[in-house]
Structure formats: structure tokens, C-alpha cells
């Protein structure tokens, strides 16, 4: 997709919600992977219907490990070079980073809110 600009950097930082909510963050001042908290960064478009049935799973969880994990979305529809940055070449795709921002697991397609619990758990998010 070099050469087209189908790529939108929104992103939703679930540890600075509070209840609030979704917020979307400004791109050029968020820092993905967030440094120092398990992030789990979900790549998606908002024309392709898997990534639609990925949402509430990323709403809900944004929620629950409020404080626990950054959960972080990226809709891929407006600026390539983030998914460039992060060779992404299908979407839905979640990427899971540890505390130090190591990338730790990928995946591609749609995942479930159980599928993505337990690989949080298994980076010690409780």
C-alpha cells in the first residue's frame, strides 16, 4: 500500500480514562508503546468489519485494566507510516509490548476478549 495515504492515528489510552471513557489522544504526543505499563496496541480500520467486532472487546477492556494496561487503538486508514512503523500488512492486528516496550506477541485477525486476557495474564496483568 506504499504511496497511499489510508492510514487514521487515533489512539485511546485506557490507563488516563478514568471513567470517562474513550478519549483520543493526540498522536504527535502519545507514546506508543506506552513506557513503563503492558501495552497492548489494536491496529484496525473503521471500514473493515472485523475490526468493528474488535471494539467493544477493546472498549471493555480499556476499562478493566484501567491503571493495569495501556490499551491503545490505531485506526490504520490515514497516516501509513504508522502502520509502516509497525509492519502492519492486515487488520484487525493486536501487538502486545511489555513494561520495557519490548514486543512480546502478535497477532492478526480477530481476537477474542478471552484470547487477549490471557496473554495480558501471561505478561503478569492481572
Not at 472487546?57 to 493495569?68: N, P
Not at 502492519?88 to 514486543?103: L, N, R, S, Y
Request: proline share 3%; glycine share 10%; net charge neutral.
Amino acid at each position: 500500500m506504499k504511496g497511499k495515504s489510508w492510514i487514521g492515528l487515533f489512539v485511546i489510552v485506557a490507563f488516563s480514562l478514568g471513567s470517562a471513557g474513550v478519549a483520543w489522544a493526540d498522536p504527535g504526543k502519545t507514546q506508543v508503546p506506552v513506557k513503563g505499563i503492558v501495552t497492548l496496541l489494536d491496529l484496525g480500520a473503521e471500514t473493515c468489519m472485523a475490526c468493528k467486532k474488535m471494539e467493544p472487546i477493546i472498549q471493555k477492556l480499556e476499562k478493566v485494566y484501567e491503571g493495569k494496561a495501556a490499551i491503545v487503538y490505531i485506526d490504520v486508514w490515514k497516516h501509513t507510516d504508522q502502520a509502516e512503523r509497525f509492519g502492519v500488512t492486515a487488520v484487525p492486528a493486536q501487538i502486545f509490548f511489555d513494561k520495557e516496550g519490548k514486543e512480546v506477541y502478535r497477532h492478526v485477525g480477530l481476537m477474542s476478549e478471552e484470547e487477549i486476557v490471557a496473554q495480558l495474564k501471561k505478561m503478569g496483568v492481572n
